[in-house]
């Protein structure tokens, strides 16, 4: 096993772990816009690290380019799509009586049959 077999489990496992604690996130987060934190921002990093697990495995230019276009794009759509929802859930919850810190998305604390 070489050094940059080490260094590409590690990021993997990184990257995993990151993946984990976004989607963790999301369940336990009330609210959109609590919500939109561990969907972009540990997500993408979590897709980073294992992007740069892939190009450590295989270290060539044909799939550096591939996987760092991947890369851009991902960042660039998580940006844009958290700018996104947090303007629509803003002008949503500003548009409503009371208030607003309830938008509609947050998961009950209690089953309302039992």
Known sequence: MTPLDVVAAVCVLLGAAFAFAAGVGMFRFHGTLARMH????PQVLG?????????LRRPTWA???TLLLTGVF?????????????RAAHRDASSQ??????????????DPAG
């Open 38 to 41: 561990p969907a972009t921002k």
């Open 47 to 55: 897709l980073q690290l294992i992007l740069l697990a892939m190009w």
């Open 63 to 65: 799939i550096a380019g």
């Open 74 to 86: 991902q960042v660039i759509t998580a940006t844009v799509a958290a700018y996104m929802v947090g």
């Open 97 to 110: 009586d009371g208030d607003g810190d309830d938008d509609g998305t947050a998961i009950p604390d209690e």
